[in-house]
């Protein structure tokens, strides 16, 4: 398939950038309160204008005749389609930021790509940070939390939109129909964001940072309007209304589902959901424990620390109320531990995700329970999801061994090229792309305005890597290549 029959195919790329168009026109929304920021109102309307039009254009020229694809090359292209779009996004998200002057274009791409990952590191100075971009910054955060896609399908849908929303991906389908899955997951999130910014406003919060707040923990963004994050209110309340959106934002949206339905017999059986709480039994504790031994907290606070950080670190938010450059190691480790485990799968969190590294330990207690036991038995192995029982066959096992190999591989090499690149020790280069691939925003330090470009680049792919699940990414740009091979070929002949 050369270019030109790929693009005839691909009219989707137009709705997509027709729709990024709109929704960086957003922030415009925030001027009549703040009317003396209206001279940034063209940072935004420029690239709108230019992403709505030229998202027309590709839309009208690139008519398309969706049964002819074969189904596996639908899928390829699909990838390549959804990557597209996530560049696009990524570069006019960033357009605001360098056309009002804040940011240079390295600095302004990767808050866009912080924005849209749903990561939440900054090379932003917030304090001095004008509210129209603020706002810019968790509303990338709340829509690329659902993503592009999901978006799209919630007001329009074609014959491709299931390949689309597969390859961005999107495990769960809740209704037989897409566009009312992606509705419903819509209605869902506008009522916690309603919620959220309600209760916020209760515990003291002005109303515009009660919304930013709750679009980026409902995201598990982590993007803050304060310096010190969560950490400058100084408040339990705050504290606790945040642990309640991070902990619906890491949660599958087949789960909230069935909670919005209130059939919780169902959601204590899902095997992710029991293996959290596992997970949070274990890891405040520990976290308590070795913060009250080594900073001499008192019991009470190291507790109240431990819960909210290490609620915000499995959910890949990102949101912290305190400094952790005085933290032991033993604590930061068991911080890139957490954040290497990541979210729930299917939610809006980053990371390995809950549901692998289950099906992990699953698979190797099995293992190991074969060797001590020799008996030649054969039992079918099973987990629990929203949908119901699923089997734990071999195509599932592998899935999950490559998926986490390729992960750990690029954490590696991505740590090293960290401490290449910003000159830091490994620990701190292993605490931070950690939280870059797990898409989760803490930082020891090493991520602000005076950062390299080169270290801004690394960061970048981790994000892109970790927020599209690697294999996107791979099959997205093993498609591109296979277009330009040949077209290279058919200009040849």
């Not at 791409?109 to 004008?130: H, K, N, Q, R, Y």
């Not at 949101?319 to 911080?335: E, R």
């Amino acid at each position: 398939m050369t270019i030109k029959q790929y693009f005839s195919n691909c009219n989707n790329i137009g709705k997509l950038v027709l729709m990024i168009g709109v929704l960086i026109a957003a922030p415009l929304a925030v001027l009549p309160f703040y009317p003396n920021e209206a001279h940034y109102a063209p940072a935004f309307l420029i690239p709108s204008l230019a992403s709505i039009i030229l998202g027309l254009v590709l839309g009208l020229m690139l008519k398309h005749d969706e049964s002819s694809l074969q189904w596996r090359r639908t899928m390829q292209y699909s990838s390549l389609t959804v990557l597209f779009a996530w560049c696009y996004g990524f570069f006019a998200g960033s357009l605001p930021f360098v056309i009002s002057g804040q940011l240079t274009f390295i600095q302004a791409l990767f808050e866009a790509v912080s924005g849209w990952t749903t990561t939440g590191l900054s090379v932003m100075d917030v304090t001095v940070t004008p509210n129209i971009f603020l706002f810019h910054r968790s509303f990338m955060q709340f829509c690329g939390g659902l993503g592009f896609v999901m978006v799209m399908v919630m007001f329009i849908q074609g014959k491709q939109s299931m390949n689309l929303y597969n390859a961005e991906g999107h495990p769960d389908k809740l209704m037989p129909n897409l566009k009312r899955t992606a509705q419903i997951i819509l209605v869902m999130y506008l009522s916690y964001l309603f919620g959220g910014t309600l209760l916020y406003i209760l515990m003291g919060m002005n109303p515009f940072e009660s919304l930013l707040h709750t679009m980026s923990a409902l995201s598990t963004g982590g993007f803050s309007t304060r310096t010190d994050s969560i950490g400058a209110y100084g408040s339990l309340g705050v504290e606790i209304v945040t642990i309640v959106l991070m902990l619906i934002g890491t949660t599958n949206f087949a789960v909230l589902m069935l909670i919005t339905r209130m059939k919780f017999s169902q959601v204590q059986r899902v095997s992710e959901i029991r293996f959290m709480f596992v997970l949070l039994a274990l890891l405040i504790p520990t976290t308590a424990f070795a913060l009250f031994s080594r900073l001499y907290m008192s019991a009470s606070e190291s507790i109240r620390i431990a819960i909210f950080n290490v609620v915000s670190a499995l959910s890949t938010t990102g949101y912290s109320n305190v400094s952790y450059s005085d933290w032991p190691p033993f604590s930061i480790g068991i911080f890139i531990l957490i954040m290497l485990i990541g979210g729930g799968l299917g939610s809006t969190a980053g990371g390995i995700k809950l549901n692998r590294i289950y099906l992990l330990l699953r698979v190797t207690g099995e293992n190991i329970r074969k060797r001590l036991n020799p008996a030649r038995n054969v039992t079918v192995h099973s987990y629990y999801k929203a949908q119901g029982k699923a089997l734990i066959d071999s195509d599932t096992v592998a899935d999950t061994m490559g998926f986490i190999s390729c992960y750990l591989v690029i954490y590696i090499v991505g740590t090293l090229l960290m401490t290449l690149t910003a000159n830091v020790t490994l620990t701190e280069a292993m605490f931070e792309f950690a939280s870059t691939l797990g898409t989760v925003g803490l930082s020891i330090g090493l991520t602000g305005p005076e950062t390299g470009a080169a270290t801004l680049i690394v960061q970048m792919v981790g994000m892109v890597l970790g927020r599209l699940e690697i294999f996107i990414v791979l099959i997205g740009i093993h498609s591109g290549i296979s277009v330009l091979k040949q077209r290279l070929q058919s200009n040849i002949k």
